[in-house]
């Protein structure tokens, strides 16, 4: 973790913005980013920022974009958000345990607070320049790879959240043809969101998946539509 990578495939110098920069994988996005000799400026937003992020609330968001347009186009946009468990409720382990309010707010973190976070920050995206714009996804998101079913909230509000950036991605890339998007599968990272579902020994570690993120980030082709790859930067089916 000495020798982050630098993200030489982006307009030097560049600008990029981490929301959920206090989150594990955020907070080392934001920390691989400030060690990038060609990052100009990396802004971290998240609920203790100055102006606070809240996903729940589009007026923050639209504060939080006001001011990330001030200091001029951006060319890198991480949206690390994403929750697993939420207002104490874990992912549902049988149909019988789904409900409303579970799905309801599954949506609100997982989906909706992205797209609203596209809806108002894509407009900032650099134009006739390479730009990269990507969401924490999961693999459970995935339609095709669902094999073992469960976790019905936490898999939809994923899939639907792949839905939405491939839905941007296809709206935005004609007005900006070299941005690339895409969604990640960041591995099971030691964090507060995998705490209770997988044995340490069996997690990387937040840096180790920021690294690994962003040198497949760099090697990204635009190709006018989003893509959906894991952490070494295997695609995995939508």
């Keep these: 973790m000495n020798h982050p990578p630098s993200m030489h495939s982006l307009p030097q110098p560049y600008r990029a913005v981490v929301c959920g920069a206090s989150g594990a994988i955020g907070q080392a996005f934001v920390a691989a980013l400030q060690r990038d000799a060609r990052c100009a400026q990396v802004i971290g937003l998240s609920r203790q920022s100055q102006p606070a992020l809240v996903l729940e609330d589009e007026s923050s968001i639209e504060r939080c974009a006001a001011h990330v347009a001030q200091a001029g186009p951006l060319h890198l946009l991480l949206i690390a958000t994403g929750a ?9 382990k049988r149909l019988a345990a789904l409900s409303p309010e579970g799905l309801r707010r599954a949506f609100e973190v997982n989906a909706i607070g992205p797209a609203l976070l596209l809806k108002h920050l894509l407009p900032l995206l650099a134009k006739d320049q390479r730009a990269i714009v990507a969401v924490l996804s999961a693999r459970v998101g995935s339609i095709e790879d669902n094999h073992k079913g469960g976790w019905w909230s936490y898999r939809a509000s994923k899939a639907a959240l792949n839905q939405l950036l491939q839905t941007s991605a296809i709206e935005a890339t004609r007005l900006r043809p070299q941005a ?3 969604a990640l599968q960041p591995g099971t990272v030691r964090s507060p969101l995998s705490a209770a579902f997988a044995a340490p020994e069996h997690c990387i570690e937040p840096a180790e998946a920021a690294t690994r993120l962003l040198r497949a980030l760099d090697a990204l082709p635009a190709l006018s539509r989003a893509q959906f790859i894991d952490h070494q930067g295997a695609p995995i089916a939508w």
């Design 180 to 182: 690339v998007f895409a």
């Design 84 to 92: 697993l468990s939420i207002d104490g409720r874990g992912p549902e």
